[in-house]
């Protein structure tokens, strides 16, 4: 019901931007967010938008370089990824959480996509 899309191969210092369609269903009352994860690590938060787009939350690794945003007519949320270094390589996720509020713990997003590939290289 979530499908993400707009990963790739990148230099360092280049820009990237993800986008999540959803279907089937409405998420327009939701939290939407992404979530990446390296070989070999365990699943980490990245951005969430509240249900309005009026609040958002970045981890500390992103801040300053990726901007998250949503629209809720076409179902869709987005990830714009500047500055991009080796360590932002991952396959990065999309999710969709009830609350509507924009959370970033993994276990209260309730779909999720499939992820696509972000590689950055040196």
């Known amino acids: 019901q979530l499908q993400a899309y707009g990963g790739g191969l990148v230099q360092a210092g280049g820009s990237l931007r993800l986008s999540c369609a959803a279907s089937?269903?409405?998420?327009?009352?939701?939290?939407l967010g992404w979530f990446r994860q390296a070989p070999g690590k365990e699943r980490e938060f990245v951005a969430t938008?509240?249900?309005?787009?009026?609040?958002?939350f970045y981890a500390d690794s992103v801040k300053g370089r990726f901007t998250i945003s949503r629209d809720n007519a076409k179902n869709t949320v987005f990830l714009q990824m500047n500055s991009l270094k080796p360590e932002d390589t991952a396959v990065y996720y999309c999710a969709a959480e009830p609350t509507g509020i924009g959370l970033d713990q993994v276990s209260v997003y309730s779909y999720w996509g499939q992820g696509t590939q972000v590689t950055v290289s040196s």
């Open positions: 089937g269903r409405t998420f327009s009352r939701y939290g």
């Open positions: 938008i509240s249900w309005s787009g009026g609040s958002t």
